[in-house]
């Protein structure tokens, strides 16, 4: 039986983040939405085009389903418990998973079951105009809570959600200034300087532009808008990451789906972004200790409200696996693993290389087959589980500054063969990364990125990707 541990964050976490499986959950859950989707016509199209169009799946974009209260023995059961902080409108008990990535459930008595399903696409107003529904969605636009009612038959509903920070069922008016100030301080955060001149002087205007965030929006609000401009920097970067943004864009979805966000760090600044992140309202879940095997070490982070995980890799000497690195300062080292000569040739995914890559959830093999038939290939899966498929693009190959290059070279950091090499075709930057969990596993598998952290190493660039 696992033991778990509550955070001050009120994230549960396992004990040894031995993250369990609720196939028990997700197979009510499904059976519950098949029930739906058979009752709701629109609903149903909409699943399809999610899986022919995007490469997702229906599932994946459940925010919460209305059931009847006679199913709360059957949830309880499956591992469920209430979520007794959470608004509702008319006082609905809300059940969660507390170790899973499985939707939410508000009970309330109903002519269909479930009643209703929300789905949650990044922006209610692009889900509107997407599917031409001409309807009006409640709630102010950027307040913490709007919802619209997409489709009503037979009895069952079909809405779609936007959560701005909050985790409530009621929508809230904004104060007297309040828009003025998610406006600006999504406009500090998608202007920051990612070029300075040294990066603790990128790592100081950035704790100073937070600063002002935190003044004007409040930790959790900032959290949001912090990554929106991550992935929209991102996204700038990687064709693949464009590519699928403008297909699931074209069904009003955004990144509503996303997973993770992977930062990789020099060793020089690792603990820098770990208080950034922790000014967020981050709390720290599992810390990886690859060391002699793969050279890399990481802290997965996640923070409660926002629901956003951030997975931060590292280069780890063997020596290093015993100590916290997340708070531990870590000293220059005379060699460099993957994650360092990443950072080496390209910066810092915090400042002016932006993240190496973006996962989000599919549908795994809908997804590749899309993908490659446009001429986007993937990666050998690094994981092929029942729980857990992953599978980077290829990776986008960026030009590298000549600068960066000759300080490695002099530094005895890599070859002049490699030396010649980068300087003439550059270095894979950034991947999209197609996942797709069951059981509802909210966690990683540990020899699985090692593996396909070796696999995107720049001194194995020459080696192009195996498509899947």
């Excluded at 509107?128 to 102010?140: D, K, R, V």
């Excluded at 998610?182 to 937070?210: C, M, S, W, Y």
């Amino acid at each position: 039986m696992i033991n778990y541990t509550m955070s001050k964050s009120t994230i549960p976490v396992p004990k040894n983040f031995d993250w369990p499986l609720a196939f028990e959950g997700e197979k009510f859950i499904r059976g519950r939405l098949d029930e739906f989707l058979a009752n709701n016509p629109f609903s149903h199209k909409l699943a399809a085009r999610m899986r022919d169009e995007t490469g997702t799946d229906f599932f994946e974009w459940v925010d919460h389903l209305v059931l009847s209260p006679d199913d709360e023995t059957s949830l309880v059961k499956a591992g469920f418990v209430h979520d007794k902080k959470a608004e509702t409108p008319r006082g609905e008990v809300v059940l969660e998973h507390p170790y899973a990535t499985l939707p939410r459930v508000l009970l309330r008595r109903g002519k269909a079951n479930p009643s209703v399903v929300a789905i949650k696409p990044e922006f209610v107003a692009d889900f509107i105009a997407a599917n031409h529904l001409g309807a009006e969605a409640a709630g102010e636009p950027r307040s913490r809570y709007r919802r619209v009612v997409v489709a009503a038959e037979r009895g069952s509903q079909l809405e779609a959600v936007e959560r701005r920070a909050y985790r409530g069922f009621v929508p809230g008016k904004l104060k007297k200034g309040e828009l003025a100030a998610i406006l600006k301080a999504a406009e500090l955060f998608q202007t920051r300087p990612r070029h300075p001149e040294g990066d603790a002087q990128g790592f100081a205007v950035a704790n100073k532009i937070l600063a002002r965030a935190l003044k004007l929006v409040g930790r959790d609000v900032a959290c949001q808008l912090f990554f929106e401009a991550e992935r929209a920097y991102w996204e700038r970067r990687n064709r693949a990451g464009r590519f699928q943004k403008f297909r699931q864009d074209s069904l009003g979805l955004g990144w509503g789906n996303h997973d993770h966000h992977t930062f990789r760090c020099s060793r020089a600044h690792f603990t820098d972004l770990i208080k950034f992140l922790t000014k967020l309202g981050f709390q720290k879940r599992e810390r990886y200790y690859a060391g002699a095997e793969a050279g890399w070490g990481a802290q997965i982070s996640e923070q409660a409200v926002t629901g956003i995980v951030v997975f931060a890799d590292v280069d780890l000497m063997p020596e290093e696996t015993s100590i916290d690195f997340s708070v531990s300062k870590l000293p220059h080292a005379s060699k460099m693993g993957t994650v360092g000569l990443w950072t080496g040739l390209h910066g810092d995914s915090f400042l002016q290389a932006g993240m190496h890559h973006l996962e989000a959830r599919f549908d795994f093999a809908s997804l590749r087959e899309q993908l490659q038939s446009n001429g986007l290939n993937l990666m050998k899966p690094f994981s092929d589980f029942e729980f857990l498929r992953q599978a980077f693009t290829e990776g986008e190959r960026w030009p590298v500054n000549p600068v960066r290059v000759e300080y490695l070279a002099s530094a005895g950091l890599i070859t002049a063969e490699q030396r010649e090499k980068f300087i003439r075709e550059g270095a894979i930057g950034s991947h999209l990364e197609n996942l797709q969990r069951h059981g509802g596993f909210k966690g990683f598998n540990q020899k699985s990125v090692s593996a396909v952290i070796a696999a995107t190493d720049p001194r194995k660039q020459g080696t192009h990707a195996t498509p899947a």
